[in-house]
Each structure stands twice: as structure tokens, then as C-alpha cells.
């Protein structure tokens, strides 16, 4: 899950009900989310099944996920954006 705020912790909450091997997060601003191994990015691509983006549209994360990020993404990763498509 990118972005740990509300939106990212509820997203969170409800693949722990799916009962999740692993849940990833990646926030440069929050460090523990309970259930969540916090990762860099590049390491959440590279590892992830399934990539949540759930952060704002803000000047650091306009392109977060970029072409390079996409590339280094694990084969057959599914990209589920419920940010801003600028992300």
C-alpha cells in the first residue's frame, strides 16, 4: 500500500480481513502501521502480487509511479490506483 494516511490504513484494515500473507507499506511520513512491513518502494514493486497507490497529489508524488518503477515491478503485478492519476 502506498500511502499510509486514512485512506491507505483503511485499504489496510480490509486486506487483513482477506487474510493477507504479508501486508507492504511505503510512507516516508509514517513509520508503524500495525500488520504492515514498512519497505522502500522500489522493494514494494518488487515483491507485491497487488500495488494499492493511496496517496495525495502533492509535488512529491506527482510520478511516484513512473515508467522505471513499472519496470522493476514484479512480473504480472496488479496496479490498483484510488489516488489522483497523476500519481
Wanted: hydrophobic residues 55%.
Amino acid at each position: 500500500v502506498l500511502g499510509l494516511g486514512a485512506v491507505g490504513v483503511a485499504v489496510v484494515q480490509r486486506l487483513q480481513g482477506f487474510g493477507c500473507r504479508e501486508i507492504l507499506g511505503v510512507d516516508p511520513h509514517r513509520s508503524a502501521v500495525p500488520g504492515v512491513r514498512t519497505v522502500a518502494l522500489a522493494e514494494a514493486f518488487a515483491l507485491a502480487d497487488y500495488v494499492v497507490v493511496a496517496v495525495p497529489l502533492v509535488g512529491g508524488t506527482r510520478h511516484l509511479v513512473n515508467a522505471a518503477v513499472l519496470a522493476a515491478a514484479r512480473p504480472g503485478v496488479i496496479l490498483v490506483n484510488v489516488g489522483r492519476g497523476s500519481v
